[in-house]
Structure formats: structure tokens, C-alpha cells
Nanobody, 115 residues
């Protein structure tokens, strides 16, 4: 069974940093594309950053240069280092794992950027 559990969200002031973590379970992992999406009320879920099994990364234009996605295949973990946070980064952040053509999601973690 594929499961994803996010952690690390919270309240941070503008300009601050947070590190999100996602723990994956289930068979396989190292060859799967994984990533982070975010969603605010009334809007569609949007891609923030993804990383393939080969290590190739893709970032939304709005976070390039501020966010860094990484993975630890041995521990089945995905991370999102978020620096220079802005109020517009406020959202629920979801971890994604693509496995056998299916997208699996975590329950989400709230990130709030506010003074």
C-alpha cells in the first residue's frame, strides 16, 4: 500500500525558511517521480517542485531560486527546503508520488507566511 505522510509545515514570517518532509511507504520508490504541490482555497492544486527517479528537477517559476526539492531513496523521503518565503506561498502543501501510472497524495501540511 502506497502512503505518504507530510510534516514540517507551520507559521513563519516573510523572509523565513521552512523544510517540509514527506515519508513514503510501500514497495518501490527510487524510480518514481515524486514532488510537492500546493493548494489555496478556491484554486486548483498547482505543482511546486518535482524530482524524477533519475534526479531531474522541475520548479514552478514562482519558487525558482528559493525552494529546493531533494530525495533520500534509502529512507524513502522527499524534502522541500523553502527559503525567502513570501505571503503568497501560504497554502496547504501536498506530497506526490507517481507509481505505476497513478498519483498518490499525502494528507497535506499547512504553510502560513505572515507577520
Amino acid at each position: 500500500q502506497v502512503q505518504l505522510v507530510e510534516s514540517g509545515g507551520g507559521l513563519v514570517q516573510p523572509g523565513g525558511s521552512l523544510r517540509l518532509s514527506c515519508a513514503a511507504s510501500g514497495i518501490g520508490f527510487s524510480t518514481n517521480t515524486v514532488g510537492w504541490y500546493r493548494q489555496v482555497p478556491g484554486k486548483e492544486r498547482e505543482s511546486v517542485a518535482v524530482i524524477t527517479g533519475g534526479g531531474a528537477t522541475n520548479y514552478a517559476d514562482s519558487v525558482k531560486g528559493r525552494f529546493t526539492i531533494s530525495r533520500d531513496n534509502a529512507e524513502k523521503m522527499v524534502y522541500l527546503q523553502m527559503n525567502s518565503l513570501k505571503p503568497e506561498d501560504t497554502a496547504v502543501y501536498y506530497c506526490l508520488r507517481r507509481y505505476l501510472g497513478t498519483n498518490y497524495w499525502g494528507q497535506g501540511t499547512q504553510v502560513t507566511v505572515s507577520s
